[in-house]
């Protein structure tokens, strides 16, 4: 099943893989903070994931890997 | 051993460049050194090699930047306004610890000036050639053979200590004629430069030629290492030439164009049987001034005679530090004085010195 | 579990500063990508600039070059000229390509040098923190034009692609940029014709990316893409300016 991972030092919580994604997987994990003090995002609902790289190719940070 | 032929000092210097291993050369146009852009545009291409005009001296001194930085040896060559416009280059190849060759053919200044010979772009060389704490070496040759030498050791040197290099030449220099042997060789084998930015061919890490250091601790280390390089460049390649110094009392301290024509004020001179000599620097920074030293037991008074309102003789009163009077005699703004005048100087000092 | 996506070898592991939302990593990330898939990395020499990318040297994996503000193209000539066989680029943004560099821009282009320009089009000064770019906006609030940039006072913007669509030394000029993935993908494409085509000798290549900056526009970064949108790209059109093997001259 396809699938993300986030690199969560590196996340900045800017959002644009949260607008990326077709199907509104992403969301910011508020209930983490990050080394840098950002809230990294997070794959909310795994199951729907498509494994379209959408999210990855919109993340500024290359923190975004995809398997499928 | 090379042939001797008559040669016009700036084309020798071009020359000598290419037999020194200099297939890269970046320039613009000005009075009185197009003669080096000339000569390069005609022989480069016939050895495989780059000459390039660039669209002023700020991109002609970039881009030898980038060509040293991929680890060739390359030069540039301009006359005073254009270095003005290279100082920016020079701060980022010094602090970039890069090697580079930069002719400087003085004329008269500031601003655009004349274009007759000067040495008012000493204080430019060795003290503010770009922003920040640092060197280049600085020689000064005073015949078309020097220039020749010199260039060689410039680039030889350059390369070793890794900091750019300047031959600070005049208008007289760069125009005469003089007969000269150009070496059929290089004399030194090409340095290794695995600091080069050229490809790493996935064969090591990546390397980075860069000026900037963000973190201050990092920064000042780095440019106490590069004194520790100067002191030691200072201790063992300082270069001069002494002319009847045996017994000299008064001390001409002069380089380039006003050298040559010291020196025939010291032979008028000499015949009348004052006891006058020269002290001529050939690197300017690192200055002489050991050379200088070893002069103030027997001196009574130094002179220093120069293209400018007095620029070198700063570091001859540092080197002489206040044991003897140092006194000026200069023309400025593309006059060359003659012997005569630097003759009636050395008449008038001698007076002093016999009261 | 194949990885369908993951961080290019030509970027380093060393995580960017830049700021949050900054389309700076996307594009650092499209042209390494393009240096892996070309095979490339090891004749790869960069040159940086001076702006938000000043340590763009950490990022890439290849060898890199500093160089003083504007003139990395005069640096990349440098190295070019002593390896022809090297692969060369500058990444550079508005104000290093197009106010202080514009003559080692423009020469460059002419004398048809073989090298790959990335030129980052925001608006603004990013790294100073704000000022008026010589591509700002009529009207566009900066920190030097507090009031909007007035055109009588100020001038106008600079078209860099349609300025050196006219110089025969140029191989490609294109506009592109990265507010959605489908454009992304077209911006990847573009820069690696421009690194294809230097590949191939043709001349001067140059990759406008029209980009946002976020914390000096005062705009989060989906705000930012949105403002992108509607004021940049009106003015700066995407599309292909030059390009000698289309035959769009």
Same mark, same amino acid.
């Not at chain 2, 002179?303 to 620029?311: P, Y």
């Not at chain 3, 423009?106 to 704000?130: C, D, L, Q, S």
């Given at each position: 099943?396809?699938?993300?991972?986030?690199?969560?030092?590196?996340?900045?919580?800017?959002?644009?893989?949260?607008?990326?994604?077709?199907?509104?997987?992403?969301?910011?994990?508020?209930?983490?903070?990050?080394?840098?003090?950002?809230?990294?995002?997070?794959?909310?609902?795994?199951?729907?994931?498509?494994?379209?790289?959408?999210?990855?190719?919109?993340?500024?940070?290359?923190?975004?890997?995809?398997?499928? | 051993?090379?042939?001797?032929?008559?040669?016009?000092?700036?084309?020798?210097?071009?020359?000598?460049?290419?037999?020194?291993?200099?297939?890269?050369?970046?320039?613009?146009?000005?009075?009185?050194?197009?003669?080096?852009?000339?000569?390069?545009?005609?022989?480069?291409?016939?050895?495989?090699?780059?000459?390039?005009?660039?669209?002023?001296?700020?991109?002609?001194?970039?881009?030898?930047?980038?060509?040293?930085?991929?680890?060739?040896?390359?030069?540039?060559?301009?006359?005073?306004?254009?270095?003005?416009?290279?100082?920016?280059?020079?701060?980022?190849?010094?602090?970039?610890?890069?090697?580079?060759?930069?002719?400087?053919?003085?004329?008269?200044?500031?601003?655009?000036?004349?274009?007759?010979?000067?040495?008012?772009?000493?204080?430019?060389?060795?003290?503010?050639?770009?922003?920040?704490?640092?060197?280049?070496?600085?020689?000064?040759?005073?015949?078309?053979?020097?220039?020749?030498?010199?260039?060689?050791?410039?680039?030889?040197?350059?390369?070793?200590?890794?900091?750019?290099?300047?031959?600070?030449?005049?208008?007289?220099?760069?125009?005469?004629?003089?007969?000269?042997?150009?070496?059929?060789?290089?004399?030194?084998?090409?340095?290794?430069?695995?600091?080069?930015?050229?490809?790493?061919?996935?064969?090591?890490?990546?390397?980075?030629?860069?000026?900037?250091?963000?973190?201050?601790?990092?920064?000042?280390?780095?440019?106490?290492?590069?004194?520790?390089?100067?002191?030691?460049?200072?201790?063992?390649?300082?270069?001069?030439?002494?002319?009847?110094?045996?017994?000299?009392?008064?001390?001409?301290?002069?380089?380039?164009?006003?050298?040559?024509?010291?020196?025939?004020?010291?032979?008028?001179?000499?015949?009348?049987?004052?006891?006058?000599?020269?002290?001529?620097?050939?690197?300017?920074?690192?200055?002489?001034?050991?050379?200088?030293?070893?002069?103030?037991?027997?001196?009574?008074?130094?002179?220093?005679?120069?293209?400018?309102?007095?620029?070198?003789?700063?570091?001859?009163?540092?080197?002489?530090?206040?044991?003897?009077?140092?006194?000026?005699?200069?023309?400025?703004?593309?006059?060359?004085?003659?012997?005569?005048?630097?003759?009636?100087?050395?008449?008038?000092?001698?007076?002093?010195?016999?009261? | 579990?194949?990885?369908?996506?993951?961080?290019?070898?030509?970027?380093?592991?060393?995580?960017?500063?830049?700021?949050?939302?900054?389309?700076?990593?996307?594009?650092?990330?499209?042209?390494?990508?393009?240096?892996?898939?070309?095979?490339?990395?090891?004749?790869?020499?960069?040159?940086?600039?001076?702006?938000?990318?000043?340590?763009?040297?950490?990022?890439?994996?290849?060898?890199?070059?500093?160089?003083?503000?504007?003139?990395?193209?005069?640096?990349?000539?440098?190295?070019?000229?002593?390896?022809?066989?090297?692969?060369? $680029?500058? =990444? #550079?943004?508005? /104000?290093?390509?197009?106010? @202080?560099?514009?003559?080692?821009?423009?020469?460059?282009?002419?004398? &048809?040098?073989?090298?790959?320009?990335?030129?980052?089009?925001?608006?603004?000064?990013?790294?100073?923190?704000?000022?008026?770019?010589?591509?700002?906006?009529?009207?566009?609030?900066?920190?030097?034009?507090?009031?909007?940039?007035?055109?009588?006072?100020?001038?106008?913007?600079?078209?860099?692609?349609?300025?050196?669509?006219?110089?025969?030394?140029?191989?490609?000029?294109?506009?592109?940029?990265?507010?959605?993935?489908?454009?992304?993908?077209?911006?990847?494409?573009?820069?690696?014709?421009? $690194?294809? =085509? #230097?590949?191939? /000798?043709?001349?001067?290549? @140059?990759?406008?990316?029209?980009?946002?900056?976020?914390?000096?526009? &005062?705009?989060?970064?989906?705000?930012?893409?949105?403002?992108?949108?509607?004021?940049?790209?009106?003015?700066?059109?995407?599309?292909?300016?030059?390009?000698?093997?289309?035959?769009?001259?």
């Amino acid at each position: 099943m396809p699938k993300i991972t986030v690199d969560e030092d590196v996340c900045k919580g800017c959002e644009m893989c949260v607008d990326a994604c077709p199907r509104q997987l992403i969301a910011l994990d508020k209930t983490k903070v990050n080394s840098k003090g950002y809230h990294p995002a997070k794959l909310v609902k795994p199951d729907e994931c498509t494994g379209c790289r959408s999210c990855a190719i919109m993340c500024p940070d290359v923190a975004i890997t995809v398997e499928v | 051993m090379g042939e001797k032929v008559l040669m016009k000092g700036n084309e020798a210097l071009a020359e000598a460049a290419i037999v020194a291993g200099c297939k890269h050369f970046f320039g613009y146009p000005i009075t009185p050194q197009t003669e080096v852009a000339a000569y390069m545009s005609k022989r480069l291409p016939k050895i495989g090699g780059v000459y390039l005009q660039a669209e002023s001296e700020v991109a002609s001194i970039n881009m030898v930047l980038g060509a040293s930085a991929s680890g060739v040896r390359v030069m540039t060559s301009t006359s005073s306004p254009g270095l003005s416009l290279m100082s920016e280059g020079i701060s980022y190849i010094a602090g970039s610890d890069l090697p580079a060759l930069i002719i400087n053919v003085q004329r008269g200044g500031p601003g655009l000036g004349g274009i007759q010979p000067s040495q008012a772009d000493y204080w430019q060389a060795t003290r503010s050639s770009g922003h920040g704490d640092f060197h280049m070496l600085v020689f000064a040759p005073s015949t078309v053979q020097e220039m020749v030498d010199l260039v060689s050791d410039a680039f030889t040197l350059g390369d070793k200590y890794r900091m750019p290099a300047m031959i600070l030449s005049d208008g007289m220099l760069g125009q005469m004629m003089e007969p000269v042997v150009i070496p059929e060789s290089r004399n030194d084998e090409p340095p290794e430069k695995s600091w080069a930015a050229c490809g790493h061919q996935n064969e090591r890490e990546h390397n980075v030629v860069n000026s900037l250091y963000i973190e201050p601790h990092v920064l000042e280390d780095l440019v106490r290492e590069r004194f520790e390089k100067y002191s030691e460049i200072k201790r063992t390649e300082q270069r001069a030439e002494e002319y009847m110094m045996d017994d000299a009392e008064i001390v001409i301290v002069a380089y380039g164009a006003s050298s040559r024509v010291s020196r025939s004020a010291i032979d008028t001179a000499r015949k009348e049987g004052i006891k006058v000599g020269m002290i001529r620097p050939i690197t300017l920074w690192p200055y002489p001034d050991k050379y200088i030293g070893e002069a103030i037991p027997k001196a009574k008074v130094f002179l220093v005679v120069e293209m400018s309102m007095g620029q070198m003789i700063d570091d001859v009163k540092l080197a002489v530090n206040g044991e003897r009077p140092v006194e000026f005699y200069g023309r400025t703004g593309g006059v060359i004085p003659t012997p005569r005048e630097i003759h009636q100087k050395v008449m008038e000092l001698a007076e002093g010195v016999k009261q | 579990m194949t990885v369908t996506f993951t961080k290019p070898h030509a970027l380093t592991d060393i995580p960017f500063h830049y700021c949050p939302g900054c389309t700076h990593g996307i594009v650092h990330r499209l042209v390494a990508e393009v240096i892996d898939e070309l095979g490339i990395e090891g004749k790869t020499v960069g040159v940086a600039s001076v702006g938000c990318s000043v340590f763009a040297y950490n990022y890439f994996n290849c060898d890199m070059v500093q160089a003083p503000h504007g003139r990395a193209p005069a640096v990349a000539t440098g190295v070019k000229r002593a390896r022809p066989e090297d692969v060369v $680029f500058t =990444y #550079q943004g508005d /104000g290093d390509l197009a106010a @202080i560099g514009m003559g080692e821009t423009v020469h460059a282009a002419a004398r &048809g040098e073989n090298i790959t320009v990335i030129f980052i089009n925001n608006a603004i000064y990013g790294m100073t923190g704000g000022q008026m770019a010589p591509t700002t906006l009529p009207g566009q609030i900066t920190q030097t034009t507090p009031y909007g940039r007035d055109v009588k006072l100020a001038g106008y913007p600079i078209r860099v692609c349609e300025l050196l669509s006219s110089i025969d030394g140029v191989a490609s000029a294109q506009r592109v940029t990265v507010d959605t993935v489908k454009n992304v993908n077209v911006a990847k494409k573009a820069i690696k014709k421009a $690194f294809q =085509y #230097q590949l191939e /000798g043709l001349g001067y290549n @140059i990759v406008e990316v029209v980009s946002t900056c976020p914390t000096n526009w &005062g705009l989060t970064p989906k705000d930012a893409v949105k403002w992108l949108q509607d004021n940049m790209l009106p003015y700066y059109p995407l599309g292909t300016y030059r390009d000698v093997k289309e035959g769009i001259l």
